[in-house]
Antibody
Framework: QVQLQESGPGLVKPSETLSLTCTVS????????WSWLRQSPGKGLEWIAY???????EYNPSLKSRATISVDASKNQFSLWLTSVTAADTAVYYC???????????????WGQGTLVTVSS | DIQMTQSPSSLSASVGDRVTITCRTS??????LNWYQQIPGKAPKVLIYGASTLQGGVPSRFSASGSGTEFALTISGLQPEDFATYYC?????????FGPGTKVDIK
């Protein structure tokens, strides 16, 4: 079955750019939407962005000015960049597949195991 | 934006108990409402999507109902592996808000 794995630095300095990659295995990336989410004690679970296999993107308005998501289906990977990070961006970051059905709406499954990113000098 | 609330925020229960968690949305979501279970240190796992459809492989003791702005997740016969935090999530594009969670622990 499809599995996702996040990778990237666990420590980022304030004002710098957070960069994460999600590698998808066990299935094709085509015809699906791929998402980044995060979870912090202060803000709970938060959807950040999604990218379609063709490159179409959508962002949470609260992060849109700082986030960029892209996909490289040939490598079975998609990535997130978040600029000008602060301590408030410290969180566990998850990648997940967004599923959609006209009868059921949108849900996230499967998820990667998550990676903790700490913003600190 | 759609705001999500869950009640209770936590509860204590015993193995075998029937437990119900409620989720309310600030606007109707056309029944696009999902439930997740999260065990500490693990990623959330979808239990229910589309308000009441059980995800494959999820035990039938989990069920959900609701429509409009009020939804409920029920666990009939709590098992030791069910002690976790449960989140609702609205599945109507584009912002996919999550509820604050309900922690179920052992009495």
């Amino acid at each position: 079955q499809v599995q996702l794995q996040e990778s990237g630095p666990g420590l980022v300095k304030p004002s710098e750019t957070l960069s994460l990659t999600c590698t998808v295995s066990g299935g094709s990336m085509t015809t699906y939407y791929w998402s980044w989410l995060r979870q912090s004690p202060g803000k709970g679970l938060e959807w950040i962005a999604y990218v379609y296999s063709s490159g179409t993107t959508e962002y949470n308005p609260s992060l849109k000015s700082r986030a960029t998501i892209s996909v490289d289906a040939s490598k079975n990977q998609f990535s997130l960049w978040l600029t000008s990070v602060t301590a408030a961006d410290t969180a566990v970051y998850y990648c997940a597949r967004r599923n959609y059905h006209v009868l059921f709406g949108n849900w996230f499954d499967p998820w990667g195991q998550g990676t903790l990113v700490t913003v600190s000098s | 934006d759609i705001q999500m609330t869950q009640s209770p925020s936590s509860l204590s229960a015993s193995v075998g108990d029937r437990v119900t968690i409620t989720c309310r949305t600030s606007q109707t979501t056309d029944n696009y409402l999902n439930w997740y279970q999260q065990i500490p240190g693990k990623a959330p796992k979808v239990l229910i999507y589309g308000a009441s459809t059980l995800q494959g492989g999820v035990p039938s003791r989990f069920s959900a109902s609701g429509s409009g702005t009020e939804f409920a997740l029920t666990i009939s016969g709590l098992q030791p592996e069910d002690f976790a935090t449960y989140y609702c999530q609205q599945g109507d594009s584009p912002f996919f808000a999550f509820g604050p969670g309900t922690k179920v622990d052992i009495k």
